[in-house]
């Protein structure tokens, strides 16, 4: 089968942009309207994306006072959206190390059924130190021991879906049998960090396991995508790491021995879109100047766990010594090591640093044509950088409306994008198989 583009668009904010909550396109509704959210995923759905996503940090903010953020609960909305929508895959965020497994595997087994088999789970292990603090942890969990955590997670979750075999309920009202007990199994984990019973209480979903999403980059964070994940998230500033990231990955996930097309790899892409190159750099530059850079300079110590940056002048260039070893940051490590490589490569002023990040975070931001981008995602899509793209528009639903009107028609006349969705399933769109179940392997049929 041709290979097929994937599109996922990352809902957050009003957008993607630091100050997009506050752009005059950007959608009117409150940040705590689930009808906002269900707009955003009915759009990208008549734009035939493969799926949404929904981001989630368990603190609030220290720049609330300047940034609108997503507010509601990320598994709550995909209960409202698996009934809003029909065919989209719907990918909502949580934390290995501040949930309950047996709740959190309950609750995706729930929402698979409910959405008919278009869930994914992003797995994190939560970078943020104020996040730490909400759940009684006087510190952060260090790097190493949220990953140690994770692993015995999946496992456990993992374990917990497969409890049940796909023919467990009869439900035959004539013969009064409702389930067979001995196609549900309990899961008897004892481990370092979790002691679960089980079974689970709900029965296998329709796509077996939600489809598992991960975006950690550090090494120890590739690892774990390599074992587990069916599709990643990445954060690039430029096309040469993206590419290095590719193919290592792909490399482990083959050495995992998985098949390098079950992991897809989709980096981040935030795109400013005109008519011509010099009106978009224009409108991107507008975004820019909207932006508060304080509130840049609370986002840039937060992702280096709380290091402090306020002695430094706005407008003096900077040196990788400004910060600190990326290798020694217990947040969020690998885009650490993004940001110090820009600092590194194009010694920019802080103002000019924070500038870079308010487009999207140290994702990539493009500014251009509808077939300048075509260009770059084909160039992306053939040159084996991407399998696909997480879509971050800065603003919405302006800049979502431009991508879909004017750079999807693109793509499908190239033959990279589908034309109409062929599957009901997100596993279906992602073109990933459904897991088989470790009790009762296919072929071993019902007794
Ligand atoms: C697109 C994308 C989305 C992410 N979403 C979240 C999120 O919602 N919550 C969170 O705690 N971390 C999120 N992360 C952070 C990652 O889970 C991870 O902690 C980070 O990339 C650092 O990787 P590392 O821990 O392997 O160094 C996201 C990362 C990316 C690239």
Same mark, same amino acid.
């Given at each position: 089968?041709?290979?097929?583009?994937?599109?996922?668009?990352?809902?957050?904010?009003?957008?993607?942009?630091?100050?997009?909550?506050?752009?005059?396109?950007?959608?009117?509704?409150?940040?705590?309207?689930?009808?906002?959210?269900?707009?955003?995923?009915?759009?990208?759905?008549?734009?035939?994306?493969?799926?949404?996503?929904?981001?989630?940090?368990?603190?609030?903010?220290?720049?609330?006072?300047?940034?609108?953020?997503?507010?509601?609960?990320?598994?709550?909305?995909?209960?409202?959206?698996?009934?809003?929508?029909?065919?989209?895959?719907?990918?909502?965020?949580?934390?290995?190390?501040?949930?309950?497994?047996?709740?959190?595997?309950?609750?995706?087994?729930?929402?698979?059924?409910?959405?008919?088999?278009?869930?994914?789970?992003?797995?994190?292990?939560?970078?943020?130190?104020?996040?730490?603090?909400?759940?009684?942890?006087?510190?952060?969990?260090?790097?190493?021991?949220?990953?140690?955590?994770?692993?015995?997670?999946?496992?456990?979750?993992?374990?917990?879906?497969?409890?049940?075999?796909?023919?467990?309920?009869?439900?035959?009202?004539?013969?009064?049998?409702?389930?067979?007990?001995?196609?549900?199994?309990?899961?008897?984990?004892?481990?370092?960090?979790?002691?679960?019973?089980?079974?689970?209480?709900?029965?296998?979903?329709?796509?077996?396991?939600?489809?598992?999403?991960?975006?950690?980059?550090?090494?120890?964070?590739?690892?774990?995508?390599?074992?587990?994940?069916?599709?990643?998230?990445?954060?690039?500033?430029?096309?040469?790491?993206?590419?290095?990231?590719?193919? /290592? #990955?792909?490399?482990?996930?083959?050495? &995992? !021995?998985?098949?390098?097309?079950?992991? =897809?790899?989709? +980096?981040? *892409?935030?795109?400013?879109?005109?008519?011509?190159?010099?009106?978009?750099?224009?409108?991107?530059?507008?975004?820019?100047?909207?932006?508060?850079?304080?509130?840049?300079?609370?986002?840039?110590?937060?992702?280096?766990?709380?290091?402090?940056?306020?002695?430094?002048?706005?407008?003096?260039?900077?040196?990788?010594?400004?910060?600190?070893?990326?290798?020694?940051?217990?947040?969020?490590?690998?885009?650490?090591?993004?940001?110090?490589?820009?600092?590194?490569?194009?010694?920019?002023?802080?103002?000019?640093?924070?500038?870079?990040?308010?487009?999207?975070?140290?994702?990539?931001?493009?500014?251009?044509?509808?077939?300048?981008?075509? /260009? #770059?995602?084909?160039?992306?899509?053939? &040159? !084996?950088?991407?399998?696909?793209?997480? =879509?971050?528009? +800065?603003? *919405?639903?302006?800049?979502?409306?431009?991508?879909?009107?004017?750079?999807?028609?693109?793509?499908?006349?190239?033959?990279?994008?589908?034309?109409?969705?062929?599957?009901?399933?997100?596993?279906?769109?992602?073109?990933?198989?459904?897991?088989?179940?470790?009790?009762?392997?296919?072929?071993?049929?019902?007794?």
């Amino acid at each position: 089968m041709k290979r097929q583009l994937h599109l996922n668009l990352f809902i957050q904010s009003r957008g993607h942009h630091e100050a997009s909550w506050r752009h005059p396109k950007a959608s009117p509704l409150p940040l705590t309207d689930i009808r906002y959210v269900q707009e955003m995923a009915a759009r990208a759905e008549e734009g035939l994306f493969d799926s949404i996503f929904l981001a989630d940090q368990l603190a609030l903010g220290e720049d609330v006072a300047r940034a609108g953020r997503n507010w509601l609960e990320p598994l709550t909305v995909l209960g409202a959206l698996a009934v809003s929508t029909n065919k989209i895959g719907l990918i909502a965020t949580a934390s290995t190390t501040y949930s309950e497994p047996y709740n959190l595997a309950r609750q995706f087994a729930s929402l698979d059924h409910m959405s008919g088999g278009r869930v994914g789970w992003n797995i994190v292990t939560s970078w943020s130190v104020p996040a730490a603090r909400n759940y009684g942890d006087a510190g952060q969990v260090s790097h190493a021991d949220r990953y140690a955590r994770a692993e015995e997670y999946l496992q456990l979750a993992k374990g917990l879906w497969d409890g049940w075999a796909d023919d467990a309920i009869v439900d035959d009202r004539e013969s009064g049998l409702y389930a067979r007990p001995d196609r549900i199994c309990p899961v008897n984990h004892e481990g370092a960090y979790y002691k679960v019973a089980g079974p689970l209480n709900i029965p296998r979903g329709p796509q077996g396991r939600p489809v598992l999403v991960q975006a950690g980059s550090s090494d120890t964070g590739r690892r774990f995508a390599a074992r587990h994940a069916e599709a990643v998230f990445t954060a690039h500033m430029e096309k040469a790491t993206a590419q290095a990231f590719y193919k /290592d #990955l792909k490399a482990l996930v083959v050495e &995992e !021995g998985r098949s390098p097309d079950q992991a =897809l790899i989709l +980096p981040g *892409l935030s795109p400013v879109i005109a008519g011509t190159e010099a009106e978009a750099r224009k409108l991107a530059t507008e975004m820019n100047d909207l932006a508060d850079p304080e509130v840049g300079r609370k986002r840039l110590s937060g992702r280096f766990g709380g290091y402090d940056f306020s002695h430094l002048p706005l407008d003096k260039p900077l040196s990788p010594e400004d910060f600190p070893d990326p290798a020694t940051v217990e947040a969020a490590r690998s885009r650490t090591e993004v940001i110090v490589g820009v600092v590194r490569r194009e010694k920019p002023t802080l103002r000019e640093l924070l500038s870079k990040l308010a487009g999207a975070r140290g994702h990539f931001v493009f500014a251009g044509t509808p077939e300048q981008l075509a /260009d #770059l995602i084909e160039e992306w899509f053939t &040159e !084996g950088v991407a399998d696909g793209f997480n =879509l971050m528009p +800065p603003v *919405l639903p302006e800049m979502l409306n431009v991508f879909i009107e004017q750079v999807v028609p693109l793509l499908q006349r190239r033959g990279l994008f589908r034309t109409a969705y062929d599957g009901e399933t997100l596993r279906d769109h992602f073109g990933l198989t459904r897991p088989e179940n470790q009790y009762w392997p296919a072929g071993r049929a019902a007794e």
